[in-house]
């Protein structure tokens, strides 16, 4: 691997922008775009591309010998166990759409239950006014 090219995408947001629900902690674009050095952790995804698990990148000032962010194999099989073992980019997509569903899915059925009773109450009303 040493001397590859490879590419991965690492989550970013710009200033004002809402992060979605996930796991995932949000690198600020604004300071990826000044950044001259990224340490990060990669998982292939099953494709052969590469993909940073979640957190794991991080901007740094200078490349350095050692990772400054060390992570051991115990390290790795409890973040694992947390968390499952590494997502291919579907399977992340699947995740993130679970979270919006769990986040959103009863706001959207308390809305739907709403717009329920609304119309049959209007029905009703209707029927009654209907009726000589």
Not at 10 to 20: I, Q
Not at 33 to 54: N, S
Not at 106 to 129: K, M, R
């Amino acid at each position: 691997m040493l001397s590859s090219r490879i590419s991965f995408e690492v989550s970013c947001l710009r200033e004002n922008d809402d992060s979605p629900p996930s796991g995932t902690l949000w690198k600020r674009v604004e300071d990826l775009e000044q950044a001259k050095v990224i340490e990060t952790y990669l998982d292939r995804d099953g494709q052969g591309g590469f993909h940073v698990p979640r957190w794991q990148s991080f901007i740094i000032h200078e490349v350095t010998d050692m990772p400054l962010f060390l992570v051991t194999e115990e390290e790795a099989r409890r973040l694992e166990d947390a968390f499952g073992p590494p997502r291919t980019r579907a399977r992340r997509f699947l995740h993130a759409m679970n979270s919006v569903l769990l986040v959103h899915g009863p706001v959207l059925l308390l809305g739907l239950g709403g717009l329920a009773a609304i119309s049959y109450f209007v029905w009703t009303l209707v029927e009654w006014q209907r009726t000589p």
